[in-house]
């Protein structure tokens, strides 16, 4: 078994070559080893959780996406208002250094809900994050934005760094746990649940199981918070979004919970499928005498090319699908969903710099296109342009949020 496939098995994380790569040449140079074959070959279990332990500690900051919080303490309140008496549970997975449950406890005391009438319950696969989350104690990187008032309120400075207070230590418990594999409903279901830029890192298979498992976990009146990429993967599985602006909420579409997707192997960090445009309505009935030229009977049906690129994508055969949409791209060349596969292949065949130039052809073409959006997003973080991708994650929000109103607004 490769070490990508160790590292698959222990996390359930989908994640490149050049990932696992970066921080095996870390790991070596800790260890003072020289080839990587040999680290491979002779890696130990502790050596195992200290590569995984790079591999799963994402970057966070308090109140990221503050939208989401504000969502969740009005979903708080209606439980309160509702169901009086009973403690809302709150669940966030994973909680990678404390920073989102944190933000949540923070929220809800500023909004003036009493302490005992809330639990949060924190999950992570990383002990060294969560070693980090129970001291509460942060760097200025994990304060971003204008708006800082709430660390005056709820943080002591100590030298360098900022201490949580003892009050909102309280209302969070901090835990080891896999999502795919640990019972994290040991004390019953939760109403608010945080699953929040995860299921990016996940196959469609993996991320199905995932979803089946926050299913279970969630009330049935219950609301999750998912990563903007992830809404579609959520929908397609058993939710749907919920009316708040820039929070991407989502609820149960029915209480059983959804069975995971057949196994689809194209590998990418994210998981949007391209929408295949819609298939050209059939032509009239030719008059029994009539001659048809031969161009005219030889014209591409260009809806059932981009579905066959779409599925050769799914079933891996990339160089199948690329030569696919170059066919689409030669009878329609402004066609933006032949460019987002493009994309798709060229990023499993690790050309990121070809993959978001495709993208970028995408969503000139198509300004609204949601997934493309998405997929430029996620690169301009992984390259560390942070402005550039807070940019491109707003743009791709409003575009959500207006689809999902005109839905609405289609409904009898």
Not at 97 to 112: K, N, T
Not at 318 to 323: L, N, R, S
Request: net charge neutral; proline share 6%.
């Amino acid at each position: 078994m490769s070490l990508r496939d160790q590292v698959r098995t222990q996390t359930g994380l989908d994640l490149t070559a050049a990932e696992i790569d970066r921080a095996v040449a870390r790991r070596m140079a800790k260890c003072g080893q020289s080839e990587a074959a040999d680290y491979e070959a002779n890696i130990t279990l502790d050596e195992m959780r200290a590569l995984v332990e790079l591999l799963v500690v994402p970057e966070s900051w308090m109140f990221r996406d503050a939208d989401a919080f504000a969502a969740a303490v009005a979903a708080v309140q209606r439980r309160l208002s509702n169901a009086p008496g009973r403690a809302v549970r709150i669940l966030s997975v994973p909680c990678a250094g404390g920073e989102e449950p944190y933000s949540m406890a923070m929220a809800l005391s500023d909004a003036g809900v009493a302490p005992g009438s809330f639990r949060i319950e924190a999950f992570d696969l990383s002990e060294v994050a969560l070693e980090r989350a129970r001291r509460g104690l942060y760097t200025r990187n994990a304060f971003r934005g204008g708006d800082l008032a709430f660390r005056e309120r709820h943080f002591t400075e100590v030298g360098k760094e900022f201490q949580i207070s003892d009050a909102m230590r309280a209302q969070v418990r901090f835990s080891q746990g896999n999502l795919l594999v640990t019972d994290l409903a040991a004390g019953g279901r939760f109403d608010v649940v945080f699953c929040r830029n995860l299921l990016i890192y996940f196959d469609e298979p993996t991320a199905a199981t995932a979803i089946a498992r926050l299913h279970a976990l969630l009330d049935d009146d219950g609301v999750l918070f998912a990563g903007y990429a992830e809404v579609p993967t959520y929908c397609r599985n058993g939710f749907a979004s919920v009316r708040a602006a820039n929070a991407f909420a989502l609820q149960k579409t029915a209480p059983e919970a959804p069975q995971p997707a057949a196994a689809a192997p194209i590998e990418r960090r994210t998981r949007p499928r391209p929408v295949a445009a819609p298939a050209p309505a059939p032509a009239p009935a030719k008059p029994r005498l009539a001659r048809v030229p031969a161009a005219v009977r030889a014209a591409p049906d260009i809806g059932a090319m981009l579905a066959q690129a779409r599925r050769q994508a799914d079933q891996g055969d990339h160089a199948g699908a690329a030569g696919a949409c170059q066919r689409v791209l030669e009878n329609a060349p402004d066609s933006a969903d032949a460019y987002f596969i493009l994309g798709l292949t060229s990023e499993c065949g690790r050309d990121l710099a070809a993959a978001e130039g495709y993208w970028r052809r995408c969503v000139y073409l198509k300004p609204d296109h949601y997934e493309a959006l998405c997929h430029l997003a996620l690169l301009a973080g992984e390259r560390g342009d942070t402005a550039q991708a807070d940019a491109l994650r707003q743009r791709a929000a409003r575009v959500y949020q207006r689809a999902n109103d005109g839905v609405r607004k289609g409904r009898p």
